[in-house]
């Protein structure tokens, strides 16, 4: 697509309850990010995939948090277990690695929120 | 480790008046740097950039220029509208590994 794709937009769930939030990245980026925004807040950076590289997971908050990205494109970040802290808008990004004009380009972002 | 540094927000301005939001970073290398914008109930979107030293970045009326000597990328706008208000995010780019770093982003609120 001509963007970065984020599904769904809107999600509430209960707490307890475990989601799966997806991106489909720019076709042709290899890298792409994760972040969460919550309410008021920065960035907060999860976990980062480039190329074939094994991820930089260093953001995820607890062990409930993973991500994965099959076949370098589509990306999905799974919360298991959720709690109320865990409502957010969470943010995905891809860029493409060739140059120093590499810019990333956001998603709409997958607003979270738990009940 | 690599890190990005901005001014803390909320800034509040009268339209019309001289805008700045200060960036600093500390990076191994020369890291490309950027400034992002996200407009109320809207997706992150690149504002300008600058991939090396004296490089000014500009868009919309906004300029930065990346000062090697003071490790700075400070956002500039001399006049400021209502429509600019908005939260900015500062971000560098560097390593091997490419990762973006990110500031905690400036809140600005422009009143008429």
């Known amino acids: 697509g001509a963007g970065v794709s984020q599904s769904p937009s809107n999600k509430v769930t209960e707490k307890g309850k475990d989601v799966e939030l997806r991106c489909d990245p720019i076709s042709g980026h290899t890298a792409l990010y994760w972040y969460r925004q919550s309410l008021g807040q920065g960035l907060e950076f999860l976990i980062y995939f480039q190329g074939n590289s094994a991820p930089d997971k260093s953001g995820l908050p607890s062990d409930r948090f993973s991500a994965e990205r099959t076949g370098g494109s589509v990306s999905t970040l799974t919360i298991q277990r959720t709690q109320q802290e865990d409502s957010a808008v969470y943010l995905c990004?891809?860029?493409?690695?060739?140059?120093?004009?590499?810019?990333?380009?956001f998603g709409q972002g997958t607003r979270l929120t738990v009940v | 480790g690599d890190s990005v540094t901005q001014m803390e927000g909320p800034v509040t301005l009268s339209e019309e008046a001289f805008l700045t939001i200060n960036c600093t970073y500390t990076?191994?290398?020369?890291?490309?740097l950027f400034w992002y914008v996200q407009y109320p109930g809207e997706g992150l979107q690149l504002l300008l950039k600058?991939?090396?030293a004296d490089d000014k970045g500009s868009n919309k009326g906004f300029e930065a220029t990346y000062r090697k000597e003071t490790t700075s990328f400070h956002l500039e706008k001399g006049s400021v509208q209502v429509s600019d208000s908005a939260v900015y995010f500062c971000a560098s780019l560097a390593g091997n590994n490419r990762k973006l770093i990110w500031g905690l982003g400036t809140s600005l609120a422009v009143n008429p």
């Open positions: 990076a191994t290398g020369y890291p490309s």
């Open positions: 600058a991939t090396k």
């Open positions: 990004a891809s860029s493409s690695r060739t140059g120093r004009t590499t810019e990333a380009f």
